[in-house]
């Protein structure tokens, strides 16, 4: 009698925790190296949703210790409407360092499912990016769009995580 209990605990257990890890996809993380045309395609894609871009490199370390943060709002308000690209500018440092192993890497350890992109010809498309992003010669530099497409705030205006969690908010609800 009690290895027949045995016997369907353990299976009721197993079952549980093939469950368990049936229920938790692996999202995977994808990175494209990119020109300036292809971002700004990228970006038109999403309209009829609110965008945050975030462009770091893994040699900024103000970049590394905020990118965590971009996760926990593409947690938050993804299924909202908000769609968070990450930007790496690793090439715009000494290109002959550049890894995109080391990008790749960075971006799986902290989860970052969302479109990510590596400036591939940051020399040549210095200026187009200019006018796409704004002025993000200094990292981290994080700019937004309405569901318009348009160009609605940078991190050139200070906010503190709270009040860019409100921005968000206040942009998700204009349909």
């Not at 938790?24 to 871009?53: M, N």
């Not at 926990?72 to 360092?97: I, N, P, Q, R, T």
Request: with cysteine; proline share 3%.
């Amino acid at each position: 009698m009690i290895r027949r209990i045995l016997a369907v605990l353990s299976l009721f257990t197993a079952g549980v925790l093939i469950g368990v890890a049936a229920d938790e996809p692996a999202k995977s993380v994808e990175v494209t190296e990119v020109r300036a045309a292809d971002l700004q395609k990228a970006l038109a894609d999403q309209k009829g949703k609110v965008v945050l871009v975030d462009c770091w490199a893994t040699w900024c370390a103000p970049c590394v210790k905020k990118f965590p943060h971009l996760v926990e709002l593409h947690k938050k308000y993804a299924d909202k409407g908000l769609v968070c690209v990450s930007l790496s500018m690793d090439k715009f440092a000494d290109e002959d360092d550049y890894k995109k192993e080391k990008v790749v890497k960075f971006l799986k350890d902290k989860g970052a499912t969302f479109p990510n992109f590596i400036v591939s010809e940051p020399k040549k498309d210095e200026e187009a990016l200019l006018k796409i992003l704004g002025d993000f010669q200094a990292i981290p530099y994080m700019v937004m769009y309405d569901r318009t497409g348009k160009k609605i705030w940078t991190s050139d205006e200070k906010l503190d995580d709270e009040k860019l969690a409100k921005l968000i908010e206040a942009e998700l609800v204009k349909k």
